[in-house]
């Protein structure tokens, strides 16, 4: 199964996507859940694994160009409706994912299903249907360093017994 990790903010939440084996880190380059892409820059020199999605709300292209300058970007997230927009200014990308209206990613024709990081949702994932993947949305610390990873490490166990 592929994840991935949305909106990452903080050191933590990436380094526990690469222990999590995800597929793909997001970082959002506009909106509440953006972070300057020198924090991102610092954030990915500390761990390792993961594919670096850009998180595009607005589609501006000399912002994209910008971060892809500086970070290592291996794919772009964006809504379903700008990808013909933004597609032909970046062909080197290869990993587009597309979130569609209810909230769930497309990725070549495959989907990844939003998940909350809970008991309840890995007993309900591991009893439906196989699929594809899952999305998490991470959560920015309440402080520097302090961060409750309970309820995913309690997702993990429950979906990897």
């Not at 020199?45 to 291996?74: Q, R, T």
């Not at 933004?86 to 998940?115: A, T, V």
Request: proline share 5%; net charge negative.
């Amino acid at each position: 199964m592929k994840i991935k990790f949305n909106s990452i903010q903080d050191l933590g939440d990436a380094r526990y996507a690469a222990a999590a084996m995800a597929e793909w880190m997001g970082f959002a380059i506009d909106g509440e859940a953006s972070i300057p892409v020198q924090q991102v820059q610092e954030i990915i020199g500390w761990c390792s694994g993961p594919k670096i999605i850009l998180e595009v709300n607005e589609p501006n292209i000399d912002k994209i160009n910008a971060w892809m300058n500086i970070i290592p970007v291996d794919g772009i997230q964006c809504h379903e409706d700008l990808l013909a927009l933004l597609k032909p200014h970046f062909p080197e990308i290869k990993d587009w994912l597309l979130m569609n209206q209810n909230g769930s990613l497309l990725f070549q024709d495959e989907i990844l299903i939003p998940m909350e990081s809970n008991e309840a949702s890995a007993h309900q994932l591991i009893k439906g249907n196989p699929i594809f993947g899952i999305h998490i949305n991470c959560q920015k610390e309440t402080s520097v360093g302090k961060k409750d990873y309970g309820n995913w490490n309690d997702f993990f166990d429950i979906i990897n017994e």
